[in-house]
């Protein structure tokens, strides 16, 4: 008979981590984060249920805030764009902003802890730890007018998705998000366009040129509902919160709840937040489903630490 | 002479906090604050900073998320506008979706670690520690779609400023947040319209009852911006972050920067997130102004806790 | 019959917040966060239960850690000990070291993104956005010296406790929380003495004047688990975390746990530490009983933020 | 001549995060994350100065909280001192009580929201994700009492680093913390050696067997500081915050600085606690010098996602 408190009672795995004896590649080193518990362990599960989402080939969607296309891992997204992991992103404007400026000119790597005086003089903008010199802008008003002007010349009311896949076609660098989503038939939400540099850049267009354009986001709603009803399976890759992240599961609902979810956050349970939310609570509103077999899983974690390893252990 | 770390160096206050000898009113004990350090000073500051607003007249912006309106802070920003303390509002559709549903059913107390298999059979949605049950979106169906009639009638596509001030028009609730901005004149920008089951019911309508509606959110964000050029002096309330918060410093961008802000806010800096940012960020971009007396500030908080205190502090 | 998610399933309070209508006291401001969702909700749970630990004449524990005394919130903590609210308290070193020190001299305000360079130039150290100059170790140190004198005559190796009793029996200042303990006889544990200032003159005095002294933890250790055996009911109040929270829970195991548990605390479940770990944790351990009715709760703040609106609820 | 904000004014590199064209290895791929930006900048800023910290020989510290020996991360603290990379451990008493006994019994994976009555009545312990189940406890029991009678034969009074050394000598556990210390002569400094089951058990014993014991600390501060003061250069390593990090530091105070340093941590700055404080605030009290080239560092991670990078990248 088991002695209350012995490990007869537990058929789950001995904690163990990495033990650095013999050489490890990547994959190896993220097997044994599944066994060394917090974190490491929701890591390993993410990148598990990312592999379900391709065996069962789930309709994938992938979420994920600006800043993402901030950073590095534009190229990361762009990847998984490129080789046909993902089929459905959701974000928001900055993102389309600083897509369309990274084919041209570059961001560059800076200080959090920068004189803010010193760099409004320089004409930099400061992003965390990055920085946007301010002719990114100039560069980016011109472009944007040209491809206003054929944009809004077959008709005066436009929507998010068809922004991002015609400013797509016309880009030339193979690490744009736009580009990839563009050329692979993936398409981009973006509910909230205005939010950005490409607002204000509609703004001026409007005031300037043609007081008529509009952006209408009711038919890209009915769009992506009709995504989610038309799969099969679908999955979650959310990477961040806010509004992308919440459209996501919202949509998902309509098809009675995403099938795998993964998320990526740094949000706070605590706050009640919808950015907070670990995927448990989507559950009881039907926007995930509740299986037996773990089917959603959270990392709390800043993204640029963790988004490539996922993607090193699960698409590459 | 002065001895090199002697306090003669420093002209600042002592650090002394509240030793609860007396009896203390809200506003003296907010008032120890000021010198208690941390989190505390910050809140000192923002009443502070509030109470400038107010001195000079400035056109208030305030920004909150939708759990903001889920939590009992809804009635906190009611009052607000109740008491022609703001001027301009910003938030998501989640926030538009859940004061329409209040003004006819509560929420409900709940818990964060409920059993969501037994919530689910129950009918009860969980948004961190509160209750919604489903009935509530039943009410809610019914309520819009008349709306809807009215609202699609006149024109075919609408704003969401206009939607949210023809709705608030019909609410009978003192304490609605859109039915005092509807009764005060306050505008409610919302461009994400779709992200809560206002869309939901919109994708709904739209399918069964009229397909050429829209959303047009260009118009509204012509009028942000005009707010802002229009206004003398500008202050920045943001209760977290995401597009509200952003939408109010982008816009400020256009007049050379909000003359006041404060953010109360959970995020995380490192994250490099828009929602983490602190204020001195915005100041590189020029979306706030920088002044030699403090100007702006952020209460790292939640703001259930805090939220209150600045309204108890600064507007009551 | 009741419809499924309909209210009448539930019999929790409706979630409603301050409306600021009238004038409000700080209790009655504190009541209406009972029902505004979040952690206000926590932080009205923390004064009720705070509240039953009186009514049942609990043995008060209160744990800090050091940078609560170097902020205000030292006359908060004095003030609970000298009206005789809390009767054991386990801190760690830069408590008594600070505690120590402002009995002669303040600490300043400060900045947190001061410059760095500049201010070891001019002597300053800097705690957050709180300075303190240097010459407020040279003093400590002279202070410390005539001390120690004293304290190790009658005997060579000591304990924590009796240091803080020793010194807090000389000092002259009502503000300081080493002399209301001392004079209202509230043990004061600190088992990691050396880590802080206090540990760095022990050293320099054994090397310059008495290499035979000694600080020994086990007798204390003693005293705190006996202190929990005895008493009749225990109650915890954990501001932050570290060595003085497990301190306190872990000797309540050896009385089958404390009946009382009311954390406030910035830490983060997901990492797996103890600062982060919330009450529910301590339950399967046996340090924190399981009750029927709510006996624990924990506040997700920054403490100067939310511990003076605790004792203002619960102590004034 | 340069135009103010084009980036002719910067000479930083180009954020470009990784493309996952071709394979990559474990190095290549955290070379990618020095140009991401946000946190992985950081990581890589990180197996740089640990590089540095090598190549100059310097005395390595490695400080860690108990719930890293909870986790997988014990076999990689072991694994650092086996290859001899690091010279100091500074830790809590939890981690030499988990190491020993993870030398007889191994702890078990599990769930952050398991019921905790249930695992009461099982008599299993909860640690986060991690179960321990009781008869650990038991196993301990007898094992340390055996130990104690050897311990304290030949003197009353001992050390915490005499106890880490001793008990490390008799373990048979090649993954084991305190074995490899013992073997490779690497003390193990843990002040507060009573929080914790080990503490528990000197309890139980100086009741029951030997009222004379005890543990004097000052002894070992002494050490600590000589290690310091002895060594050409110093490192810091600190997974965690708490007393262990802030050891470190203050005892490098001594002799003028760490020449290196890199913190692990999901502190919060805005707190003022000692675990949330970034390196530049070490800076300020001399804890940490302050160099032309970077030579500190923070990661804001939890530390099983990031630690193994870190030791993948800069020790294997
Ligand atoms: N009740 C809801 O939260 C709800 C309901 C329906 C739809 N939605 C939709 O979800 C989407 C995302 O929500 P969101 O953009 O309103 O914000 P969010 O909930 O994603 O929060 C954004 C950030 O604000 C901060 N924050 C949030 N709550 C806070 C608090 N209590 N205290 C301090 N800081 C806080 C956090 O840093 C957070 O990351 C929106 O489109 C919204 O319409 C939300
Ligand atoms: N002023 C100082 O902080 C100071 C000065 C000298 C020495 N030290 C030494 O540093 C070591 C580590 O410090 P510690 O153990 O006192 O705690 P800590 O500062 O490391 O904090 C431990 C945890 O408590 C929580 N916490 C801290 N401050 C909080 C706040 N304001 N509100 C809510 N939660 C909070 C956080 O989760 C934090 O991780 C100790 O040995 C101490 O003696 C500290």
């Not at 537990?10 to 984060?33: A, Q």
């Not at 950005?196 to 005031?207: K, W």
């Amino acid at each position: 008979n088991v002695v209350p408190g012995s490990e007869e009672a537990l058929s789950t795995p001995d904690v163990r981590g990495p033990d650095f004896r013999g050489d490890l590649d990547i994959g190896e080193l993220l097997e044994t984060y599944a066994t060394t518990g917090f974190q490491a362990t929701h890591l390993a599960e993410a990148i598990d249920i990312a592999e379900r989402m391709q065996a069962e080939d789930a309709t994938v969607y992938l979420t994920f805030t600006s800043n993402i296309v901030s950073s590095g891992l534009r190229e990361t997204v762009a990847s998984l764009v490129r080789e046909g992991y993902v089929d459905v992103l959701i974000t928001t404007s900055g993102s389309l902003t600083e897509d369309i400026i990274k084919t041209a000119k570059p961001f560059k790597m800076g200080e959090w802890d920068a004189d803010e005086a010193e760099l409004r003089e320089k004409g930099i903008n400061r992003l965390g730890n990055i920085y946007v010199p301010s002719d990114r802008y100039v560069w980016l008003e011109e472009f944007l007018y040209d491809f206003f002007d054929d944009f809004f010349a077959e008709k005066k009311v436009r929507t998010p998705t068809a922004f991002a896949r015609e400013v797509g076609e016309t880009l030339d660098d193979e690490d744009s998000v736009l580009k990839q989503a563009a050329d692979n038939d993936v398409p981009v939400y973006c509910p909230a366009l205005t939010d950005a540099e490409v607002g204000n850049f509609l703004y001026y267009y409007r005031q300037g040129y043609d007081s008529e354009i509009g952006i209408e986001i009711l038919d890209d709603y009915d769009s992506l509902i009709e995504d989610g009803l038309l799969a099969g399976k679908t999955g979650l890759i959310a990477v961040g919160g806010g509004v992308p992240k919440h459209h996501a599961i919202m949509t998902n609902l309509f098809r009675g709840g995403a099938d795998y979810a993964i998320y990526i956050s740094t949000g706070m349970e605590g706050d009640g937040s919808l950015s907070g939310a670990p995927p448990n609570e989507a559950v009881s509103w039907g926007k995930i489903k509740d299986e037996t077999e773990t089917n959603y899983t959270q990392v709390e974690a800043e993204a640029t630490l963790v988004f490539p390893l996922l993607v090193a252990g699960a698409f590459a």
